[in-house]
Nanobody, 115 residues
Framework: QVQLVESGGGVVQPGGSLRLSCAASGFPFSIYDMGWYRQAPGKQRELVATITSSRTTHYADSMKGRFTISRDNDKYAMYLQIDSLKAEDTAVYYC?????????WGQGTQVTVSS
């Protein structure tokens, strides 16, 4: 059974940091390209960053500088470090895994940036 389970979200003050985690199971994680997406209230889901099976990273233009994506194939895990959080980072953050026609999503973890 394929599972992607996000964790690490919460309420954080502006300027703070969070590290989101995505725990994968049920598929050969190391060959999958992985990514983080987010969806703010009333907005469409948008790309944050991706990391390929060979660890090549790509960030959406608006995400460059404060977001860092990484993966640990041995642990079947992917991470997203978010620094200098802003109110506009408030969203549900989703983990995604893709390989050929396979495309998996997690249920998301809520990040709320508020003072």
């Amino acid at each position: 059974q394929v599972q992607l389970v996000e964790s690490g979200g919460g309420v954080v003050q502006p300027g703070g940091s969070l590290r989101l985690s995505c725990a994968a199971s049920g598929f050969p994680f190391s060959i999958y390209d992985m990514g983080w997406y987010r969806q703010a209230p009333g907005k469409q889901r948008e790309l944050v960053a991706t990391i390929t099976s060979s660890r090549t990273t790509h960030y959406a233009d608006s995400m460059k500088g404060r977001f860092t994506i990484s993966r640990d194939n041995d642990k079947y895990a992917m991470y997203l470090q978010i620094d200098s959080l802003k109110a506009e980072d408030t969203a549900v953050y989703y983990c995604n895994g893709r390989w050929l026609t396979e495309n998996y999503w997690g249920q998301g973890t809520q990040v709320t940036v508020s003072s």
